[in-house]
């Protein structure tokens, strides 16, 4: 994966779209991408969530990955909350908290 943006030598934002028709990842296999954004460097993540009417053609070919939470709609509010708490189950996971496990 190239990043390395090297005229400003940062990374370049990484795009996570989430959309019904994405990836369906269990919190695990978030975690790991997660993990594998910080073990490679990334600064910057930009988790965004769908519009109404689904991601336009060229949103879809900028985006690093698409994941979905399920084939369900959700509220853009509720879909932002799920994400919060998923992006927090992945650190946890991550850091080797027991959060993820309810211990």
């Known amino acids: 994966m190239e990043f ?3 005229a ?3 990374t370049r934002p990484y795009l996570l779209l ?3 028709t994405g990836q369906q ?3 695990t296999e978030l975690a790991a991408v997660v993990s594998q954004l910080f073990d490679t460097g990334i600064q910057t993540l930009v988790f965004a969530i769908g519009p109404a009417d689904g991601w336009s053609p060229a949103a879809r070919k900028r985006a690093d ?3 979905a939470f399920g084939r369900i709609t959700l509220p853009h509010e509720l879909a932002a909350v799920i994400a919060a708490e998923q992006l927090y189950r992945s650190l946890t996971i991550r850091a080797g908290h027991p959060y993820h496990t309810g211990h």
């Open 25 to 27: 990842l269990s919190s």
């Open 18 to 20: 989430t959309d019904s």
């Open 4 to 6: 390395l943006d090297g």
């Open 8 to 10: 400003t030598a940062r």
């Open 65 to 67: 990955k698409t994941i």
